[in-house]
DNA sequence: GAACAATTTGACACTCAGTCCCAAATGGGA
DNA sequence: TCCCATTTGGGACTGAGTGTCAAATTGTTC
């Protein structure tokens, strides 16, 4: 509960005012917690925005692709798949969400330095689909797949384009790249 | 003369007592400046460290490779290049600051919060060299180098490896599976 | 329903990074 | 020597994050 209530508060105050503007003492204020309760439940203040619950079904979800497809082709089905499912607002949300973090340097660093930690889920997930490999291969593979989402986010910042498209040209390239020897169908 | 004193205190004070231990204060204080100056010359105490006087030089050698490398292959000459022609002093002082920033979570994050300004200027440098492809596609060419760095690193830390040596070995691998196309000379 | 234990919450004080502003020092020219 | 500009220092202030301890809440058992 106050959880939720702290999360709904702070989103709200920083898309409207910014995320430097708004301190955590109003955050709390806002929620009805105190300043306390505030970083019990988050422990810096990247995080009420940063969290994202959904990386993890996501990656269940690739993991959860047909075995012959090639990791790049995985994710971008899975890519398709969220988009179809999730439901407008939530994914207006998500949008926001990811515009927020995108156009606030502290909460951009904040996620870029979760990479390494990305980098080793994607790992694991690519090994629990291959079962095949060596670490340091499949680490180079989740590290392409970083890569062209990094292209993608810096895509999208410069060229003002939608950050989903490129990832998911992204993901074509990269599969036409390196794929060549792997079953591929159609979408 | 105190740009150079306050970065020369703060690494060894770094290094003695670990990052987070060391205040501004006390860095101010060890090379006899106020503090007001230790900010004035380092807008925040990340920048001591993470300041990097070698990676325009190693764009710069980057660009000056053949036209007909592909850019993986050109990364990894230019590392052999600097390998080789650094002092052994240097070189183990950057082994140390890198050994530093990589087991230091703030510094890490800091590195890592660069990346979109390292793929751009990656992305420049590879238009220089080229001068054909699209932005987009050079960005992705940028995302797959910056990809195997960050696996090097990540494998550099979980398996207690050399940085450089993974580093070198994704980008013989990346060659590989995207060089086909270009010339390629034996090193 | 009272008493009790455990967990959650709040209040408060503290450290330190980073910002701002203004006064003192420094260091060249003319 | 005087003057100007740039550099330095000295507080004072904000806000994030930490630690401690007491009060409140919740659940449990008799």
Same mark, same amino acid.
């Given at each position: 509960?106050?959880?939720?209530?702290?999360?709904?508060?702070?989103?709200?105050?920083?898309?409207?005012?910014?995320?430097?503007?708004?301190?955590?003492?109003?955050?709390?204020?806002?929620?009805?917690?105190?300043?306390?309760?505030?970083?019990?439940?988050?422990?810096?203040?990247?995080?009420?925005?940063?969290?994202?619950?959904?990386?993890?079904?996501?990656?269940?979800?690739?993991?959860?692709?047909?075995?012959?497809?090639?990791?790049?082709?995985?994710? @971008?089905?899975?890519?398709?798949?969220?988009?179809?499912?999730?439901?407008?607002?939530?994914?207006?949300?998500? @949008?926001?969400?990811?515009?927020?973090?995108?156009?606030?340097?502290?909460?951009?660093?904040?996620?870029?330095?979760?990479?390494?930690?990305?980098?080793?889920?994607?790992?694991?997930?690519?090994?629990?689909?291959?079962?095949?490999?060596?670490?340091?291969?499949?680490?180079?593979?989740?590290?392409?797949?970083?890569?062209?989402?990094?292209?993608?986010?810096?895509?999208?910042?410069?060229?003002?384009?939608?950050?989903?498209?490129?990832?998911?040209?992204?993901?074509? @390239?990269?599969?036409?790249?390196?794929?060549?020897?792997?079953?591929?169908?159609?979408?």
């Amino acid at each position: 509960m106050a959880r939720a209530a702290i999360q709904q508060h702070a989103m709200r105050l920083f898309l409207k005012r910014g995320y430097a503007a708004v301190t955590a003492d109003e955050i709390a204020d806002a929620a009805n917690v105190s300043r306390s309760t505030f970083f019990r439940y988050f422990p810096t203040k990247d995080d009420v925005v940063v969290r994202d619950a959904f990386d993890e079904l996501f990656l269940d979800a690739v993991k959860a692709q047909p075995a012959d497809l090639s990791p790049a082709e995985a994710v @971008r089905r899975t890519l398709h798949q969220f988009m179809d499912s999730l439901t407008p607002e939530i994914l207006e949300m998500e @949008r926001r969400r990811l515009a927020l973090i995108l156009a606030t340097p502290e909460l951009r660093q904040r996620m870029l330095g979760m990479y390494p930690d990305t980098l080793r889920r994607i790992t694991a997930m690519l090994a629990a689909r291959s079962r095949r490999g060596n670490a340091q291969e499949l680490r180079l593979q989740a590290g392409a797949l970083l890569g062209v989402g990094l292209a993608a986010l810096v895509g999208a910042q410069d060229e003002d384009a939608d950050y989903f498209a490129l990832f998911e040209e992204g993901l074509a @390239r990269l599969d036409a790249s390196e794929g060549r020897s792997r079953k591929k169908r159609q979408h």
